[in-house]
């Protein structure tokens, strides 16, 4: 195992949990619940946020839903002999990348205005940003430092160029290619196929914007681009 590897299940292990006072919450939890509350306050004045948070909310259910029952596919054997399990395992790694692919097509399917693109784009910004923040306290290679503050740049002039569609995008585009980079050269090396979770979940984000913004763009009824 390299050192790359060594270090990737190291850093897994330090991000599964968050000790604060007597309880220890996963980090990953705490950075999507803050993520959530930061894209909430600055779309909460927006008549369309129920009709999103709604989709989100149905998009979250079906990875869940595909993350615990993909365990009947990939461990077909062992449910056979037990079929029990399905409700005490899940599908592990190839069911949590089935559920972000499924729920990437499901949002897809549903954004029909340029207002989705631009809530994600905030939402993953605020997530990424938070979850580099967990990663410094095991990772301190200069190019995770240098990531982290973009990162909280980043989402700086995303709230102060709230509506603004186009910088919003180009900031978004911008820093999640970056992240893949990063992330590429420092845990993967030239094998593409060995990406982590994080940087399946960077990859369709910057997919799904791209859907979500052709479809605004083409919506006739939807807004236009500022």
């Not at 940003?129 to 301190?140: D, K, M, P, S, W």
Request: no cysteine; net charge negative; hydrophobic share 55%.
């Amino acid at each position: 195992m390299n050192e790359a590897s060594l270090l990737l299940d190291r850093m897994d292990i330090m991000l599964e949990s968050l000790t604060i006072g007597s309880f220890e919450i996963p980090s990953m939890y705490v950075a999507l619940a803050a993520a959530f509350l930061i894209s909430y306050m600055m779309i909460w004045n927006s008549e369309e946020k129920k009709y999103l948070f709604s989709h989100w909310l149905n998009a979250v259910i079906i990875l869940f839903l595909i993350y615990k029952f993909s365990y009947i596919i990939f461990n077909w054997g062992e449910f056979i002999e037990e079929p029990v399990n399905a409700f005490y395992y899940n599908g592990g790694q190839p069911g949590l990348l089935t559920g972000i692919t499924v729920m990437f097509i499901y949002m897809t399917y549903r954004s029909n205005s340029l207002f989705y693109a631009e809530s994600y784009s905030i939402f993953s910004v605020a997530f990424i940003t938070l979850y580099g923040v967990f990663e410094l306290r095991l990772i301190t290679q200069p190019p995770y430092i240098i990531m982290a503050v973009a990162s909280l740049a980043a989402l700086l002039a995303i709230y102060f160029t709230w509506r603004r569609f186009r910088i919003i995008l180009m900031v978004f585009i911008t820093l999640f290619i970056a992240q893949m980079v990063v992330r590429f050269f420092i845990f993967n090396g030239e094998s593409i196929l060995a990406l982590t979770l994080m940087q399946w979940w960077i990859l369709g984000s910057i997919i799904y914007v791209l859907l979500a913004t052709e479809k605004g763009m083409r919506d006739e009824n939807g807004p236009q681009l500022p």
